[in-house]
């Protein structure tokens, strides 16, 4: 009996770190992250970012990628709701974790935080491939730059980059733009053609190119100009969030401290913009900012409150949803022109732009189709830098019932009248016929 009740202790325990590290309607933002290291003496010389993250109410476990005791979950239930891998190096994760358990935690709806550079093993390579986007195959490659370096006492062979080709989103970046470029040291990637939930955040510049700063070139290198991605982002179609970079460096002390003089410009900048870029990118990728919800999703017909079970075609009706953003400390209504509502079976019979109140309320009326079956209200809402939203509520069509139609209907007014001249008409010959010699 002991046994059972000691199973059953741990299983709620299980359950219960879950539910404090899960996703919170209340707080997106109020969650658990696993910070995987390959040294830990990462843990001080990149602790202004670190702190950035406690500093908004983030509780960091910081753990050596090789720990023998790591565990992303136990008995289905996960205990950390994202996971930032400072570990280029590491050729094999310890504990239960692998390539295959950290995608299956992407694929959970939980994010990740990745950062390579030259040492990147085939590890933290096959991962990021895994999430479409492809580093440079060369293993020496970096990128190099000799428009756009950084300049130096000792400029050297012009890999430390000035970077300063932003995504243009708001959402992404904030509302506050970034004077100051990016130091960035590391190696380049590409999105794969394939993906297409991946973006560029921070691009090279068209003078760029990624190959062996030590050797000559022998060949023409694969990855050139602006189709280098210094630094790209991920949103699956479950809203889980990936940060992909090629340097571990552009995170660190130094590099947020740093001051920085872009080749070709006079001016001397007292702090690199490295540390605003991360940080305003990082409320992103942990959902505290471009985060919608739906709520109260509701259709009835016109003139009346409550859900009717089905409809009848020609049948006025009203249909309503309410959505809101997370401003990173509560939920504020998400105002916006382009939210549509389909009413569906097939193929969209009805495509209506929603009104809105501007207090997070969006609202249509439309007249259901002159088709019977089984329909689907769908709002499908993807924009970027924004979680997708994607509701849908089936309901049935039903036609007239044989009492429901018009006793006379005007179109039928010629039939009628041929009916009465027919009967009309044998009456007549009926009566010429019988008393007519």
Known sequence: MSRYFGALLLICSALFVNFCASFSEVSPADRRVLVLLDDLAIKSSHSIFFKSLESRGFDLDFKLADDPKLALQRYGQYFYDAVVLFAPTTDRFGGSINAASLLEFVDSGRDLILAADSSASELIRDIAVECGVDFDEDPAAMVIDHTSYAVSEMEGDHTLVAADDFIQSEVILGNKRIEAPVLYKGIGHSISATNNFGLKVLSASPA????????????????????????????????????????????????????????????????SGNEQFLTELSKWVFHERGHLKAVNVRHNKVGEVDEPSMY??????????????????????????????QFYMMSPYVLKTMSTDKKGLYYASFKVPDAYGVFQFKVEYQRLGYTRLSLSKQIPVRPFRHNEYERFITAAFPYYGASFSMMAGFFVFSMVYLYTK
């Open 312 to 341: 009848r075609i020609k049948d006025d009706l009203h249909y309503s949803v309410e959505v809101y953003e997370w401003s990173g400390s509560s939920w504020k209504p998400y105002v916006a022109d382009d939210l549509q509502v």
């Open 208 to 271: 760029a190119y990624s190959a062996n700063p030590n050797s000559k070139l022998s060949n023409p290198p694969t990855l050139t100009g602006s189709s280098i991605s210094l630094v790209s982002i991920v949103q699956a179609r479950n809203n889980a969030r990936i940060l992909i970079s090629g340097s571990l460096s552009m995170f660190s002390n130094r590099f947020f401290r740093s001051e920085v003089q872009k080749a070709g410009s006079a001016i001397k900048l007292e702090k």
